[in-house]
């Protein structure tokens, strides 16, 4: 595995400091593996950068990489969507970005992204 993907669970854990979560990026990162992380995940976590500092450090440090939810990705998530009959087009991002950084993804809702890659490696958070 290249590396983890994290979902909005495992970034609202990162942030409040959940102990196995904590552990999980730290040993990913002693590892040497990278970290990606979809632009909709961020979206949905980001409220307010003052009281975020741990979430923003994490975002902003060079071993985490926020992919851009461009048109050609968001056409993507659409057709994986369509295609596994599901409607959450930020779960489908996860899925479509651990894929093409051939990661595992590290979550608090394994089971919703299983529904879109049935065989995707999860971590559960």
Do not use: H, Y
């Not at 609202?12 to 040497?32: M, N, S, Y």
């Not at 057709?79 to 009959?85: A, E, F, I, N, P």
């Not at 051939?102 to 999860?122: C, E, I, M, N």
């Amino acid at each position: 595995m290249a590396g983890l993907t994290l979902d909005a669970g495992a970034l609202i854990a990162f942030e409040r400091g959940d102990r196995k979560v904590v552990a999980i990026v730290a040993r990913a990162l002693a590892q040497g593996m990278k970290l990606g992380v979809p632009a909709g995940v961020v979206a949905q976590v980001w409220r307010n950068g003052r009281r975020q500092a741990r979430l923003a450090r994490l975002l902003g440090s060079r071993v985490v990489e926020v992919e851009v939810l461009d048109d050609a990705r968001a056409r993507a998530a659409g057709q994986l969507c369509g295609v596994s009959r599901t409607s959450d087009v930020i779960d489908a991002s996860v899925v479509l970005c651990a894929r093409a950084r051939d990661q595992g993804v590290l979550t608090s809702d394994p089971d919703d992204l299983r529904r879109l890659d049935a065989g995707l490696r999860t971590v559960l958070v």
